[in-house]
Nanobody, 126 residues
């Protein structure tokens, strides 16, 4: 089993920055890709960014390209999301997710991610 715990959310003004972290514990060697997803009130959970186990595949949602950067530590147990030039529409609960190593995944398909964190709130004020 894998446990994921997010941190780093908060309240920030539009144009500001935040850095989210997601720490994995448990069976870390079984983790493949890791990703960030977000869910705004009244909306479905959506893909933000993901990174493969070795960092060679890094897709982003169009809405965050050039503003957000996902990265992963060498131990493969922590994933980060650096968010710059934040907009009011980025307000959401941000969830970290991980998929089982050796299985296929696609950022746009939430069902390909097997483990989920509880989320951290990001609020961007105008």
């Amino acid at each position: 089993q894998v446990q994921l715990v997010e941190s780093g959310g908060g309240l920030v003004q539009a144009g500001g920055s935040l850095r989210l972290s997601c720490a994995a514990s448990g069976s870390i060697s079984s983790i493949g890709a890791m990703g960030w997803f977000r869910q705004a009130p009244g909306k479905e959970r959506e893909f933000v960014a993901a990174i493969s186990r070795y960092g060679n595949i890094i897709p982003y949602a169009d809405s965050v390209k050039e503003r957000f950067t996902i990265s992963r530590d060498s131990a493969k147990s922590t994933v980060y999301l650096q968010m710059n030039s934040l907009k009011v529409e980025d307000t959401a609960v941000y969830h970290c997710a991980a998929n089982l190593r050796g299985t296929s995944w696609r950022g746009s398909d939430l069902s390909t991610f097997d483990y989920w964190g509880q989320g951290t709130q990001v609020t961007v004020s105008s």
